[in-house]
């Protein structure tokens, strides 16, 4: 960097890529030990496969190009949503916009360093799973796939465009806030409906035909001529070396950037000036300032925890998202009716155990380490437990209408005892784990809800862990016993 | 004979370093007491040992009479702490930030509700009082954060940097608020780099160094101690602290 002249575009792109390799706060010696395993033994993984298939001829088949295709956009959707992410970073939290448009630089170099640092971040982060494999398959035996480098830089950078675009444009239709929410949600929902497909197609398909299921789609595509045509073979094409379609994809990806550049400087001015002015609307109002004082501590603090949560469509939406990761269970439970209607409602039973659980913990984490002022707290003249079971009581009572949600559905479907016992256990086993998230407590900003960083996080799961194992086998136990013992009705055999 | 509002003593305190040695501080209730010192000099780290954020490593607290280490419920009770940073939800707006606290001090909604609309009305707030504080100017924020330090009427104040980030009019009125409250009888004790605060509404200062309390009294009385009556209080905080570094060429 030293050799470069101050404030040039390469300058400043490798200004914007050391930024992006330096996460937020302090990262642990051992995480990054293993990291750096981690990716050691992936590559001595990547040149073993390499080396066995030295000889193996990889030849670009329908079903190769079709593969390819698929994969590019796959890879493609994740880099937008990436990208959407870098681009509100960017714009709303990296704070460096105001001195890099305040020196004597044009403000289309500085935006253009600014997309190749969304693009190179973007394309770092997949190289890492992509390139330890591809790499060495082309290194022994297969110069082809030497294109799969060039393939991932193109993805990357119209990635890095089309995910600027959509921010900026969102922003100017929306607004900053709307344009913040919207893209995270966005960027949630993305992630998360890509596992709900590959766990229903693993786990949610009936019993034999989940690979079956899998073949037959990829199959219709390859059929329908999917990759291996037009424009859409560019990606295969690429992926296998085709100098052709390397050149146009790289060339495609290039004009993109430069005509983003050039048509959105405008628009990333205005995003930026935007994303320093205020983020609420003025509200005029005519009420009186009464409504909002309570009686009790415990009125004072769910009203505040509810209102925070309101605010933060995006926050919220990801402690609904947590649930998405408890598709695998969902989807098992149901292949269990296939073979065995006994146990749906134990297995129900369970898995409302394992809802509330995770639900209570989300919102106990957010309200007690994500305490956006704990020091308000500690001089405010209440005893700390007294405030963590107000805050514990606030959670359990925004987390009920989704516990609610499977014991009403067994009062429906089973039996009302069993579901209210389920009901009883559940509520008993979110305490628990509201409790053990409160004893764990540590302060962190809301904003790293999604990495839950905080100390004691590794023993804390593994009591949250065996708090859901055991309790959930309580409700699973006692509810085949009431449903057995006492021969009440089990769900219909249609669910 | 009535307590002083705030009575440390033999306090000491260390992170990674000793941060304060044997601090001796008493301030009498109904004063307007300014702490002095340079940066990294200890001030902020008193005043949360006052205010129960940090416990001293020795030493004793005491607000009122109260033993705020043993009693520490009945010393926050009647005490405020208002930090340089203001202690705020951004999205919450004003009134409802002080209704929450208002709920951590358990104070009735029929007091606490009047005197937040004065407190809003008084602070300019009263037009943004539904608007979310994430949109508000750091002068703004300061102000409704001062509305929620002065929510519960507080005996004793303890403010870090009070004026920060408040324009001259709002700066002026703080200042007149401070004294009101003094005048009937409750007890400010603030840190400020602005000297010209300290030398025009303190009764008395305490200028800190080191970890140590080096001098205390009326502005006479810290400039008979150091030695030249004729001094401003720049002239003589910048005496008793240290030289100052030369300007470069």
Known sequence: ????????????????LRLSRRPAGKRSRWLM????ALVLGWIALGVWIGSLLAHVPIVPGAMGMAGAALGAILLFTFMTTQSILGSQRTLYEAGDLDLLFSAPIPPRTVMRAKLVGIAASVVLTFAIIVLPVALPLAWFGHPQLFGIPALLLALALTAACFGLAITLILARLAGPRAARTVGQIVAALSGGSVFVASQYFSNGSPRGQ????????????????????????????????????????????????????????????????????????????????ARHFHNRLFGAVFAKEWRLMARDPALAF?????????????????????????????????????????IVSSLVWLA???EDTPDLIKVAPVRKNEIDTAKLSAALVMSAPLALLVPLGMAWTTSIPAALFTLAVTGVAGWMSGMIEVTFAKPAPRSTFRKRRGGGSFVRGIAQFAVTIFFGAIAAGGVWLLTTTFQLPHLPTHL | MNSPALRLTQIHKSFDKPVITGLDL???AGQLYALLGPNGAGKTTTLRMAVGLTEPDQGSVEIYGIDAVRDSLAAKAITAWLPDEPMLYDKLTPSEYLGFVAGLWRIPPRDAAPEAERLLRWLELWDVRDT???????????????????????????LDEPLTGLDAAMARSVKDALRAAVDQGKTVIV????????????????????????????????????GAEDDTLEDTFIRLTSAPAAIPA
């Open chain 2, 26 to 28: 008493t301030v009498e």
């Open chain 1, 368 to 370: 007690v380490s994500g």
């Open chain 1, 33 to 36: 030990a293993i990291g750096g």
């Open chain 2, 191 to 226: 840190t400020t780099h602005i000297l010209e605060v300290a030398e025009r509404l303190a009764d008395r200062i305490g200028i800190i160094a080191g970890g140590k309390l080096l001098a205390e009294g009326t502005l006479a009385e810290l400039r008979a101690h150091a």
């Open chain 1, 210 to 289: 989940r690979g079956a299921m899998m073949e037959a789609l990829f199959e219709k595509m390859v059929a329908s001529g999917f990759g291996t045509h037009g424009v859409g073979a560019l990606p295969g094409l690429a992926a296998f070396g085709d100098p052709f379609a390397v050149t146009a994809l790289l060339a495609g990806s290039l004009l993109l950037f430069i005509l983003t550049t050039r048509g959105l400087q405008s628009l990333f001015l205005s995003g930026y000036r935007a994303g320093g002015m205020k983020l609420s609307r003025p509200k005029s109002s005519n009420r009186s300032v």
């Open chain 1, 318 to 358: 990801q402690v609904v998202l947590r649930l998405i990761y408890l598709a695998p269970l969902f989807f098992i439970i149901m292949r269990q009716g296939d073979d065995d209607h006994v146990l749906i409602a134990p297995s129900l039973a369970f898995s409302s155990v394992l809802i509330a659980g995770q």
């Open chain 1, 1 to 16: 960097m030293r050799l470069l002249p101050p404030g040039s575009f390469v300058w400043l792109v490798l200004h914007e």
């Open chain 2, 132 to 158: 979310r504080c994430e949109g508000f100017s750091r002068g703004m924020k300061q102000k409704v954060a001062l509305a929620g330090a002065m929510i519960h009427d507080p005996r004793l104040l303890i």
